[in-house]
């Protein structure tokens, strides 16, 4: 570890780095022992009391039982009043940028430094709210996510594991566009990197996105809630055109991540053959049944709707963005609800970046309030986010082999999914974050 580094990690404070520990592996790789009185099972869906993990480097070697000795040498980390689960994860986070006020134009009024900077903040915030890993699904100023993924991956940042989605693939005009500049103004071309209209256009805009190093294709496919002038319930884009998203970025061995509220623009999405579908905010019972026969993710963003609502009439931000939110977030909820009951495949994701990331977890206990168990819920912050992001063999449960990503609350997690809004430990790659 250079001296740099060193610095940094004692003057963020919460931030304990073992010495030695990072990214080693095999057999003289550092081991730690974690010992844990409840561990939350996300693959068998039950808690296991008294297990001991064994740590090797960046990953999990073992779970045994709690009589079990530590290996030789290890580190004994004693979380025995606490629930251990596997790393959170976040399928719908954006971690470039401030948070979105009153100003559309904002991201104009900074420069790159500025936004990467914001990412920096943002990626350590998440990782210390027990979020180990995140799908980042965009950013109006194109690919400064690719540049922060790598920098967390070479340790210049700290933050969670980050798949990232370079630029918003969006009709002009359309809900992934910068609005409200007067009409005779030119958004630079850094803001309008996946603007595509028609399929060849589209085709283009998926290929440079992804040579630009993003790690999969988020296509807007009806109006937005933030995004003023457009409609949550009008369809952006054709079904042939958001197909030419999917099979473009089939060839590159990725999938597509639809933003749709309208049903209709839901029903395109899906058929089309997206991975998922963001927000779902107006589906209807077709598109339910239509999203269970193909398999397709509900991502859906349930707690925001209370943010956006207190914290944007505080804040003065638009009546049409306060108007569309409201129409929106009752009827989410209900949709939520029978999506759950239909058995549709469902992924945690937050759209935390709307509101500060420390609080990304706070949408475990509304998911259980609108129809799911508690274990349900970690379960789709957890093996089930990981499966919609292809990660299942790395992330998402507490297994040997797995990275050893992990996070403690004290007493029982199932009795109280809000103790997860403040979790007291965080090990990413075999790396303590925050103990308690
Ligand atoms: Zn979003």
């Known amino acids: 570890m250079s001296l740099g580094r060193l610095a940094f990690l004692l003057v963020a404070g919460a931030v304990w780095l073992p010495a030695g520990a990072q990214a080693q592996r095999g057999t003289d790789a550092p081991v730690v022992a974690v010992r844990a009185g409840r561990l939350v099972d996300v693959e068998r869906g039950e808690i296991r009391r008294d297990q001991l993990i064994v740590v090797r480097g960046d990953r999990i070697e073992a779970v045994l039982p709690g009589s079990a000795r530590p290996p030789a040498g290890a580190r004994v980390i004693d979380l ?9 994860i976040d399928c719908h986070a954006h971690l470039i940028g401030d948070l979105t006020d009153a100003d559309a134009l904002l991201p104009l009024q900074r420069s790159g430094a500025q936004e990467a900077f914001s990412g ?5 915030s998440t990782l210390l709210a027990g979020f180990t890993t995140v799908r980042d ?15 967390i991956v070479d340790g210049t940042v700290i933050g969670p594991r980050t798949a ?48 630009g190093g993003a790690d999969f294709v988020k296509l807007i496919a009806t109006g937005a809630v933030l ?46 053959g997206v991975r998922s579908i963001e927000h779902g905010s107006l589906i209807d019972d077709e598109a339910i049944a239509l999203m269970k026969e193909k398999g397709t993710w509900l991502v859906a963003d349930i707690y925001n709707g209370d943010y956006i609502a207190s914290a944007g009439r505080e804040q003065g931000w638009d009546e049409e963005i306060l108007r569309k939110n409201d129409e929106t977030t009752d009827a989410q909820r209900a949709g939520f609800r029978k999506a759950v009951a239909a058995g549709v495949r469902i992924a945690y994701g937050t759209d935390s970046g709307v509101y500060p990331h420390r609080f990304a977890a706070r949408q475990l206990p509304y998911m259980v309030r609108h129809g799911m168990t508690p274990m349900q819920a970690i379960r789709s912050a957890t093996l089930s986010a990981a499966e919609l992001m292809g990660w299942d063999d790395r992330v998402g449960s507490v297994a040997p ?4 990503d992990l996070v403690a609350v004290q007493g029982d997690v199932l009795a109280s999914l809000e103790t997860l809004e403040n979790v007291g430990f965080v090990m990413k790659g075999g790396i303590v974050y925050k103990r308690p």
């Open 80 to 88: 025995s009043r606490f629930s251990v689960l596997p790393g959170l």
């Open 120 to 124: 920096v903040r943002n990626a350590r």
């Open 137 to 151: 699904v965009g950013t109006y100023r194109a690919l400064v996510d690719v540049a922060l993924r790598d920098a």
């Open 164 to 211: 990232v989605a370079g630029a918003y693939v969006t009709v002009t005009g359309g809900g992934g566009e910068l609005v409200g500049a007067a009409p005779d103004v030119t958004i630079p071309a850094e803001y309008r990197f996946g603007v595509a209209n028609g399929a060849d256009e589209v085709r283009a805009r998926v290929r440079a996105i992804l040579s």
């Open 227 to 272: 995004t003023q002038g457009t409609k949550p319930g009008a369809s952006e884009y054709t079904e042939e055109e958001i197909r030419a998203a999917v099979e473009q970025a089939a060839e590159y061995g990725t999938y597509v991540a639809a933003h749709a509220h309208g049903a209709e623009g839901i029903k395109r999405a899906v058929r089309a």
């Open 401 to 404: 082999g797995k990275y050893a």
